[in-house]
């Protein structure tokens, strides 16, 4: 079964910061995607980046990037420069074409404190 | 639509009560997932919808909870004799042509069952 643990339910961080928010993983598939979703006050969910299990690169966006330990089974975010509009709950997750469903972690609230 | 559009926003029902949550998919997009988000919790999958193919309804937590997607398009999330234990953000998402997992939310239905 596909599952995806985050284990700190919350952080605060000071702006301009930098954060890392951990994610675990486990998946008998060798072929999946993992993502990080960002859901503000505003509930809408939002893709914040993206990586694909058979590229060693990390992905990177802006000041998002991801460090991917596939053996580890490890998919940690990290936020640079933090902003007060970061602030919102994370969600890892974890796809799989087999099972064609995102399966998430249960969350992690980040407070940007100015 | 460009986006998942949901309604209503946020509905408020007496306990035994029937609800019916809508969900309005981007065109085109013809996979199609509901969540529940339960106050502090992760996202909890219900039900998939993918083209004509019969519905994964494998995340439906009891017999009480339906849904149906009409013409491949809109989808109805069916809650029969609501229970406090209902209440919750219902989420609808798509999930684009590349089928990699990236699923396009709604911003969600918050359901109170007094």
């Known amino acids: 079964a596909q599952t995806v643990t985050q284990s700190q339910p919350e952080m605060s961080v000071q702006e301009a910061e930098t954060v890392t928010l951990s994610c675990t993983y486990d998946?008998?598939?060798?072929?999946?995607?993992l993502f990080w979703y960002k859901q503000p006050p505003s509930r809408q969910m939002i893709l914040v980046i993206r990586?694909?299990?058979?590229?060693?690169q990390n992905a990177t966006e802006n000041r998002f990037s991801v460090n991917f330990q596939k053996a580890a089974k490890s998919f940690s975010l990290k936020i640079s420069d933090s902003q007060l509009g970061d602030t919102a709950m994370y969600f890892c997750?974890?796809?799989?074409?087999?099972?064609?469903?995102?399966?998430f972690g249960k969350g992690m609230k980040l407070t940007v404190n100015p | 639509g460009a986006g998942v559009s949901q309604s209503p926003s946020n509905k408020v029902t007496e306990k035994g009560k029937d609800v019916e949550l809508r969900c309005d998919p981007i065109?085109?997009?013809?996979?199609l997932y509901w969540y529940r988000q339960s106050l502090g919790q992760g996202l909890e999958f219900l039900i998939y919808?993918?083209?004509?193919?019969?519905?994964?309804k494998s995340g439906l937590p009891s017999d009480r909870f339906s849904a149906e997607r009409t013409g491949g398009s809109v989808s109805t999330l069916t809650i029969q004799r609501t229970q406090q234990e209902d209440s919750a953000v219902y989420l609808c998402?798509?999930?684009?042509?590349?089928?990699?997992?990236?699923?396009?939310f709604g911003e969600g239905s918050r359901l109170t069952v007094l």
């Open positions: 997750a974890s796809w799989q074409g087999g099972s064609e469903k995102l399966v």
């Open positions: 998946t008998s598939e060798s072929n999946y995607y």
């Open positions: 990586q694909e299990a058979y590229k060693q």
């Open positions: 065109s085109g997009h013809t996979a």
């Open positions: 919808f993918q083209g004509n193919s019969a519905p994964d």
């Open positions: 998402a798509t999930i684009g042509l590349a089928n990699t997992g990236e699923l396009f």
